[in-house]
């Protein structure tokens, strides 16, 4: 800890007035069900699609991995999966040290120079909100769900019995100030209303739509018609490689089909959008009415999508696009140029952290990954040559290109989509040989040359088929296709 300190207080700086504060909205499991990406005809999000008018809204950008922990850690560290050897879940408290000593928690990396930092809620993975937090954060405040002291409304929704989490979708009566969400938008409204002598980097963390789907009523109530199925084709896992469809979280997916409840999950994820909206808008609505509006850079993103049925899946955890793209929004009122428009070009999340240092003024530590986004909010139609790379295991990527999504998995086995002709990803061009020339090159010039070990210590979820674990995953997935057969309900697999 003595040593932590010194190092703080030899490169701790003032920083100077003309910084920008940074509001940066951190929104979990959140895809493109949202007014400004299209996903959804039903989705209602007015504060969100508001910000993406007034910014750059990125309409292509994908996380760095499909699940929380890797996303986040990549996010927050500024480092490639391939890099740091996090591509599973971990609990960063119980990590060994040396495995993350070189690396520069983005919010400490700005209250070394000179900002106040807050954070709120769901940052880092739970429960990596412990990790350093002291050195991170002047104020950190961790408010979770509240699920276990809601009112359910029965007669609403879906309620599995036995209980399970995983797939609950009801409203609840409780009064707003139950739930954490809307005490967490509150926190960052009273920290608006204050006057701070430095910058300030507020990170600020929503949960829904993470599962359980419990919201107030009044969002649950604004779903009330026929909510549209999405595009899902029964087959369409035929043409997928074994360690590809082992992705799918077909268990999930058997208790929904046996009780017929697709539509009220999916209700119960767009009003828990809904709710995720209104606590943005409380929050936005805060800065516009400060001092600060002129002055700070706001960031929105969700650390990966949602599979609501598309492609037999329900969750995230593949290298699909529904679990891959993500919602990014970046305002900065400074930027006279870019704002306004869209940016359709493939971006990872991993540019984050380069880009917030460089619309602050803070040198970028040198071995963060990615690069800085600037350009693109200055001329959101600049073309871009580097796709977006998407790692969920090792030795498993994806490459999100304008056109197409290339993915290799650690077996050699491939996928490729020509997302021109085919948006939803049903069709595997892979074993086509008029493909295998742009296959290789794609490999050879954009998937990772090394990868970094796989860190050991600290290890929690890791339910993916990769090259450090190749047959458990898949032998499970084995396992529920007979199951799901079993049951009588129409299979994955045709
Ligand atoms: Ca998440
Ligand atoms: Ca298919």
Known sequence: MAVLLTFISSHAVTASA???NILMICVDDLNDWVGFLGGHPQAKTPNMDNLASKGVNFTNAHCTAPGCSPSRNALLFGVEPHKSGLYPFYNLNNVDAESLERFIPMPLLFRENGYETVGISKVWHNPDNKYRQKEQWDEYVMYGTGKKDKTLIKEKGYHPEPFNKRTIACPANNPLSDFGD???AQHAVRFLEKNHSRPFFLAVGFILPHTSFIMPEENWDRFLDPIAEPAIKANDLNDVPLVGQSNAQIYVEIPVRQDQAWEEIRRGYLASVNFTDDNVGRVLDALERSSYSD????VLWSDHGYHLGEKRTFSKFSLWEE???????????????GNGQSCSEPIGLINIYRTLCELSGLKTPDYVDG?????????PKLPKERPALITWGRGNYSLRLNQWRYTRYFDGTEELYDHHQDPYEWNNLASRPEYMEMMQELASTWLPKQEAAQVSSGRELYNVADADQPDKMIKSYQRYVKRYKKAGLHPPLN
């Open 182 to 184: 809307y005490k967490a």
């Open 18 to 20: 003309d910084q920008p």
């Open 371 to 379: 690069i800085s986004l600037v350009p693109w909010l200055r001329e």
């Open 295 to 298: 002055n700070t850079v706001v």
């Open 323 to 337: 679990a891959t793209r993500t919602p990014l929004i970046v305002y900065d009122p400074r930027n006279k140029s």
